[in-house]
């Protein structure tokens, strides 16, 4: 069947749904489509929540009904062809869509290591479909032992959460020598390991799985040193690659780190097709390598780009660059990180400076729930320009971190943030003479005068 649409949008996570509200504010009078594969699809980020936190994992729910609402058609189908050529999106149901301007959000896939094993019964993928997740939930929680394999930021959720859940022993296993080694210098990781292990996580670093073992289902874990390890379930929290396969075989040109090539307003090298989300490729805000980051963050901000430029450049705003910006809870410390890491930024040959800084996040300190707040800033050395950023603290770190994220963005100086004016309270933020981030700042002000 033959169907006509004006904006033709794949998929219907953060970036699909954000790209579609804001193509209906700037084109009212366009008729737009969004194409879901997934019936009941979630929240990305609240995977790891559904466990325990959230009452009902049905509560992650992510509904496409206030788009529908605003006369948004969405259809539960799949895009297997996308006609350049006729400016068409052949589906899985054989429906045939045209389009004027098309947006693919199609997302990623959860990396599926090639270890021997992996395809038994018992290990499960975060993949974002509501029936898939509560299906797996309900078998993890019969079991007594659970390996996370993956000490990123959904690894190291996955094991806080199910850690919750005091009939399981949760044991998290990753390759390199620290988690969240790729977002956090030593310091903070091993704020958020000393967490884990008092929530009673087995933190397992240096740990290589060379084969799950058992006859149909998981029954046993071996290591690379030799060791094994009895567990009735394994979640692959290792990370996700862009779903380029549509883009790929209309012949959408791909970046070197293989999400789809887009320029500055997410469009790729078709001008009548954008692409937005993990699917499409990240470049860093410094160096403007590849760089595999895939937050709902990101694809919201790409999506408002594409969204309003559809038909013409409306919003002259133009990504520059991934920040690489995060944040997590564990076990009621918040971790936050923006650009670069000292390690990294010295792995890629920056003269840098960084400053520090420690605190309380009240004053005075002896308010009820007063807690630590350790600061970190990375400057460009002979610039004095702010590079990075990390924070390990209470609820207030939360915000803190996008401070710093938009210090980075407006490429702020050093002297700036040392006399940056603030708004403070007793309850709500540490004192104005001990404000964290004008102390980190002045910390890297006088090294830099050594």
Same mark, same amino acid.
């Given at each position: ?12 996570g953060? $970036? ?42 049905d ?26 050529s ?18 693919? $959000? ?46 990123g ?5 996955? &094991?806080?959460e ?10 998290? $296993? ?100 954008f ?27 790409? &999506? ?33 990180? &923006? ?14 400076? $960084? ?40 609820i ?19 002297t ?6 603030v ?27 050594m």
């Amino acid at each position: 069947m033959s169907k006509k649409t004006d904006i033709l949008i794949l998929g219907a996570g953060p $970036a699909g749904m954000v790209s579609a509200a804001v193509a209906h504010k700037y084109y009212p009078s366009k008729k737009i489509t969004i194409i879901k594969s997934i019936d009941k699809g979630v929240i990305p980020c609240g995977i790891p929540y559904m466990f325990s936190s959230l009452k009902d994992p049905d509560e992650n729910k992510l509904s496409t009904q206030p788009l529908e609402n605003k006369g948004i058609e969405v259809v539960v189908d799949e895009a297997v062809k996308i006609d350049r050529s006729r400016k068409t999106v052949i589906t899985a149901c054989g429906n045939e869509y045209s389009y004027e301007k098309l947006i693919l $959000a199609v997302g990623s896939d959860p990396i599926k290591p090639c270890i021997p094993g992996i395809d038994k019964k018992g290990v499960y993928l975060a993949y974002k479909d509501m029936e898939y997740l509560k299906k797996a939930i309900s078998e993890i929680k019969g079991h007594k032992n659970v390996l996370i394999l993956g000490g990123g930021f959904i690894g190291v959720e996955f &094991a806080d959460e199910i850690a919750k859940i005091k009939s399981i022993n949760v044991y998290l $296993a990753e390759v390199l020598p620290r988690i969240l080694a790729n977002s956090f210098d030593e310091e903070f990781s091993s704020l958020a390991e000393d967490r884990l292990k008092n929530k009673g996580v087995k933190l397992m670093t240096g740990s290589k799985v060379v084969e799950i073992a058992g006859k149909d289902k998981v029954e046993k874990i071996c290591f690379e040193n030799g060791s094994d390890l009895f567990v009735e379930s394994v979640i692959l929290g290792i990370g996700a690659v862009p779903n380029t396969k549509l883009a790929a075989e209309a012949e959408l040109d791909l970046g070197r780190g293989k999400g789809i090539w887009v320029d500055e307003y997410m469009r790729t090298t078709d001008p009548d097709i954008f692409a937005v989300g993990d699917c499409a490729g990240k470049r860093d805000f410094y160096t403007r390598k590849d760089a595999p980051v895939m937050l709902a963050s990101t694809a919201t901000a790409e &999506a408002r780009i594409a969204g309003a430029n559809l038909y013409s450049v409306k919003v002259v705003r133009e990504i520059k660059g991934t920040i690489a910006i995060y944040s997590t809870y564990l076990n009621g410390l918040v971790l936050g990180s &923006a650009g670069l890491t000292e390690g990294s930024a010295k792995k890629e040959g920056f003269e840098i400076v $960084a400053g520090n800084a420690e605190g309380i996040d009240k004053h005075p300190g002896s308010l009820p729930g007063a807690g630590k707040i350790k600061l970190k800033l990375i400057f460009s050395k002979q610039s004095g320009i702010i590079m990075g950023g990390q924070v390990a603290g209470g609820i207030s770190a939360g915000e803190m971190i996008n401070i710093i994220g938009m210090a980075i963005q407006q490429r702020v100086s050093v002297t700036e943030l040392e006399t940056l004016q603030v708004a403070t309270h007793p309850y709500l933020t540490s004192a104005p003479t001990m404000y964290p981030v004008v102390l980190a700042a002045q910390d890297a002000s006088g090294k830099m005068l050594m």
